[in-house]
């Protein structure tokens, strides 16, 4: 796809046209594109499902290498899962709860691709990626394919070394444990309430947009600065849960930079704490 609108590939519904993108099927298609892009000096960009993701309004140079559905295969023996990077997580949580395999929960309804979780070892309620993971395949920009596990992957909060190396992961393996199916139930259908009730669904958002600073919650800080509501252009804090920039329709990034900029700065003047992205920025 040439000059495709990124706005059609993020949860924000925002950005400009990436030159060229492909949606790869196997691991050798990203080591061909990669090797292509290697020799005609061509810049390569990677993402998930664009969940987590902001894109500049004059969208991004070279290559996007998006790893998306047509990588989903998921393998179940006994405990151990093995699943392909472009899963995402609630496709994958049917699936665990299915087989009745129980500590993937707190996942089930972060809006992301496997890849993408275990790239910022994503978490919520308590849980987080690192905690069940075991080893992933990855492929650096030269195309070349290492296994990675639990101990060199260095997952912090919202944090792992493949942030650091620029390596995609391809596949990985999960460690589970057997469960109550109707536990199993309980909980994922409460934790999706929790959400539901609590976080924007009904506008587009990158999800949340600051990472909690030690001590602190972002929303309440922002909350507490009096900015839910507060908007510059199409896009504004959400009004349900400050933690959220939400798109009210035709924002750009630039409208969405300048409003975390403003929430940083009100933030730091009343509460001198300094609020760190927690999304992906990206782009020209």
């Not at 009210?248 to 760190?276: P, Q, W």
Request: glycine residues 12%.
């Amino acid at each position: 796809m040439l000059n495709e609108p990124m706005s059609k590939h993020t949860s924000f519904q925002i950005g400009g046209p990436a030159d060229a993108m492909v949606l790869p099927q196997t691991t050798e298609e990203i080591i061909k594109s990669l090797k292509f892009c290697e020799e005609k000096r061509i810049p390569v960009t990677v993402m998930g499902n664009g969940s987590n993701l902001l894109v500049k309004d004059r969208g991004i140079e070279g290559l996007v290498i998006k790893i998306s559905s047509p990588m989903k295969e998921v393998v179940i023996e006994d405990e151990n899962v093995y699943a392909k990077a472009g899963i995402s997580l609630s496709c994958l949580a049917n699936q665990l709860q299915e087989k009745s395999l129980a500590g993937f929960e707190f996942a089930s309804g972060i809006p992301g691709t496997l890849g993408g979780a275990l790239t910022m070892n994503a978490g919520a309620y308590g849980g987080e990626m690192k905690g069940i993971f075991v080893e992933c395949k990855t492929i650096d920009r030269n195309g070349r394919i290492r296994i990675r596990t639990r101990t060199d992957m260095e997952m912090g909060y919202r944090s792992s070394i493949i942030q650091k190396t620029g390596e995609i992961i391809v596949e990985a393996t999960l460690k589970l444990q057997h469960g109550d199916a109707e536990d199993i139930k309980s909980i994922t259908s409460d934790y999706w309430k929790r959400r539901l009730t609590k976080q924007p669904y009904n506008l587009p958002s990158g999800g949340s947009v600051f990472k909690r600073p030690e001590g602190f919650f972002a929303g309440k800080l922002i909350e507490d600065c009096g900015l839910k509501g507060y908007s510059v252009g199409g896009a504004m804090v959400s009004d349900l849960h400050a933690g959220f920039i939400v798109n009210t329709g035709g924002a750009t990034a630039t409208d969405v930079l300048s409003l975390m900029e403003t929430i940083k700065e009100s933030v730091n003047e009343k509460f001198k704490v300094e609020l760190e992205s927690e999304l992906r920025i990206i782009g020209r």
